[in-house]
Structures are given as structure tokens and as C-alpha cells.
């Protein structure tokens, strides 16, 4: 033994920084704090059989490569992809923004799969450890601690990290396999909860969508498919020119009221509440004003559904577009028309210029685009419909993130602090 791994193994030898915060009754030994290497055994079966590819995700986990990303990116041949087996730990070295040495996730599926043989895949020596040492790398600041010593610089200055290297490494994990089995079974009944909650936002989401496709009418029709009980024999939508339902607010702005950005995804929001820095201008007077129920929209990115309604008194950046509704146009079911695909393709093909990234939708060319559309009463009815379901989306999705953040909360009194061991 060298004389860094003395003073390393003298200097943990007791330490409480190696016990968990939070520990279930009746386990009292302390944990080791040993190189992964005690607990993984790396293995370089080949894939023979012509097995499904899957690729890692950090938010996923090891998921199959077509499911995951559309289409498969693994090689004609795959005889030389290692094999990857339930209880698995697959170490990828792509980079992200908030793991930039990688990622660690357990295979958590039956059977056998392919994996590309770029990653590193070991076998646990119990399948409650794999699931501990997962845990420990969903966290961006301990996965951090762990691989970047680790780290060795290779040709044209790439950082890397062999698998030899990422078994060098050590992690603190209980020695008594009972007591690695309750904190594994606690980990993974939380993230059972959390893919329920996951796929039950995703089914709102679906259904979402499929109900948007029924209630509009699809290309070339004039009345969607599904009418609501109550005007079930108002009739046919009617054409309209959109210069008939919004005129073109230019009001300059006032002094006093918050500004708004509008984003693709979430509409109007105000500016404050971004995470990023705005140059431009900060002069009420200089900025249009936005009256409750307009609607706004940026010129530069219509063509991809950029534009929200007003939900008060508010100004907006000057190179934006206003909308103010005019009688018979209810505002919220026209920012659920205007994003519908069939809706973009003719926003888009009535934007000016050369390439797709410096297209602009100026009002006159909106004000010419023909929209199918019912009397207000029932545009409001729609739109009642798809706000709350909209509000119940959120609700489940602010379930999903706390449940989320219970989670990493767990995991922090569950598991030592890296740093504080390497202290």
C-alpha cells in the first residue's frame, strides 16, 4: 500500500462523515469507502445475437435507441456492442452541460441489449449496490466530485476517463447487504412514483393533443370532427381573414407597467422571471404596450408558434406584433388555433425571407391568412375546455417536480457528501 492510500485509509477509518444523515433503525456499522472496483467487475460479453441498441439518457435511463431518439445510430454490425444485462451499471462518457465527465445508470429491464462499446458496463456484486452507486451520479455536484480527479488528459487535450480509472475511484456504501437492500427498495419506490406521475402527465399530454385534433377542423375541412354537445347543430365554421378578427395595437407604452416576453412554450411570461440577460430596450415609451386579452407575437419566430395572450396590462418589446381582438374573436381559442401544426404551416408560408431562420410575420401578411372559425360562443367553450385542461396539466406536473425534489432531498440525507468525505 503506497502512502496516500495509508493516510486515506487512516483518515476514514471511523469517520462519521462516511455515515448517511438519515439511517434506517437497527444498522449501526459503518460504511467502507473503497474503490468501486470492491463493488463492480467490468464485463465484455459481445453481442452475438443481433440484440435491440439502447443508448443512455440521463433523464430516461438505458433506453431502447428507437424509442428514445426516432431512430437507431448503431453501427450495420453490432457484433462488437457489449451486452448489457438487468442490473447493469453503464458508465457513458458523453458529456452534458451538467454532467460534463458523463453519466452512470443501471440497466433496469429484463433480459438482454446491446450497448455501444464506448461505454463502460459492469456488473455489481449485488444488483442493491448498482442501484446505490446510480444514485450517487444523479446528482450533478457528486458525480462532479467523483469523476473529475479522475480525469486524465489525452490527445489534442480531450479529458478522459478509462474504465480502469472510473473503477479506481470510491464511493462510501453500507458493508451489511440487508442495509443496502432498504436503501435501494426506498430509492427505487420513489422512482416508481415518479415514472407513474411521469406517464400519467404524459397521458394529459396525449390526450391534450388527440382532443385538439377533433375539436379543430383538419386540413381542407370546414367544422372539426368533434363538437361540443351544445353546438352539435350550430353549423360550419366560417372563413375569416384575420384583419377582420385583430386589428394592429402600435400604442406606445407607459411608465409603470411590467414588460413580457413571449416564449414557444408557455406564452407570455414576464421578463423578470426569465433566466437571462435582455439588451434591448428598457424605455417604457420605447416599448409597445400590450392590453389584457391581446394577443402578442414575435415576427422573427411565429413560424414556430411564438405568442401568448396578455393576462394584464403589460409592454412588450417593439419588435413584437399586438393583436387587439376585435368583436367576435375570443382571444384564448385563437392562441390554441394559431399554434395547431396545420395553423404554423400557413403562418410560415406567409413570412417574408430568405431562409428559415430570418423568416418575419409582419401584421399585414397575418391580416391576409384566412382562419376557420366558429361563432364566440363556441370559440369560448372551446377554450374553456383546453384552459382547464391545461390548468390540470400543470397541477400534475408541479406533483412530478416535487416528487422530484423529494427525491434528490432523500438521496442527500441517504447518502454521504463526497466532499465532506474527501474533506
Known sequence: MNSKA?????KVAGNPALLPKLRFPGFDKSWSYEPLSKSLKEHKIKNTAGRDVYSV???YGIVNQIELLGRSFAAAD????????????????????AFPFGIVKQCKFDGEVALSPLYGVFTPANPHLGLMIEAYFESPNRSKDFLSPLCQKGAKNTLQ????????????????????????????????????????????????KGLMQQLFPQEAESQPRLRLPEFKNAGEWEPRKAGTLFTNRVTKGEQGLPI??????DGMVRRDSLDRNFYD???????????KGDIAYNMMRMWQGALGVAPEDCLVSP????????????????????KLPTTILLLTSHSRGLTKDRLRLYYDDFASITLWCPAPPEQQR??????????????????????????NGLMQQLLPSLEVVEA
Open 78 to 97: 453490432t457484433s462488437h456492442y457489449t451486452i448489457g444485462r438487468r442490473f447493469d451499471v453503464v458508465y457513458t462518457k458523453s458529456p452534458l452541460k
Open 57 to 59: 439518457s440521463m433523464e
Open 319 to 338: 419588435a413584437y406584433i399586438v393583436l387587439a381582438p376585435m368583436k367576435g374573436a375570443v382571444p384564448v381559442f385563437f392562441q390554441y388555433l394559431l
Open 382 to 407: 372551446i377554450a374553456s375546455c383546453l384552459t382547464s385542461l391545461d390548468a390540470l396539466i400543470a397541477v400534475e406536473t408541479k406533483k412530478l417536480e416535487a416528487l422530484k425534489i423529494h427525491k
Open 281 to 291: 430596450i428598457e424605455d417604457a415609451a420605447r416599448n409597445k404596450k400590450v392590453c
Open 161 to 208: 476517463i478509462t474504465n480502469t480509472t472510473f473503477l479506481s475511484g470510491r464511493l462510501p456504501l453500507p458493508t451489511q447487504p440487508t442495509e443496502q437492500q432498504r436503501i435501494a427498495e426506498c430509492l427505487s419506490s420513489v422512482d416508481e412514483l415518479i415514472a407513474a406521475q411521469d406517464r400519467k402527465v404524459d397521458a394529459l399530454k396525449i390526450h391534450k
Open 6 to 10: 495509508k493516510t486515506t485509509d487512516a
Open 260 to 265: 413580457y416576453s413571449v416564449t414557444m412554450h
